[in-house]
């Protein structure tokens, strides 16, 4: 029992190394951010 314990850790180790688990919430974009804020108010502005 201890040995499949051990066995599965380790293959659940290296399979992190080699294939991370994707989270879709970190690459979710969220809204425009400040720099699309800022550029349209220089657009607003007439200044490019």
């Not at 992190?16 to 657009?43: I, K, V």
């Amino acid at each position: 029992m201890r040995f499949n314990r051990a066995f599965f850790r380790t293959v659940s180790h290296l399979r992190g190394l080699f294939a991370p688990p994707y989270y879709p919430e970190r690459h979710y974009m969220r809204g425009p951010g400040p720099a699309c804020a800022a550029r349209a108010q220089r657009n607003d502005t007439g200044i490019l």
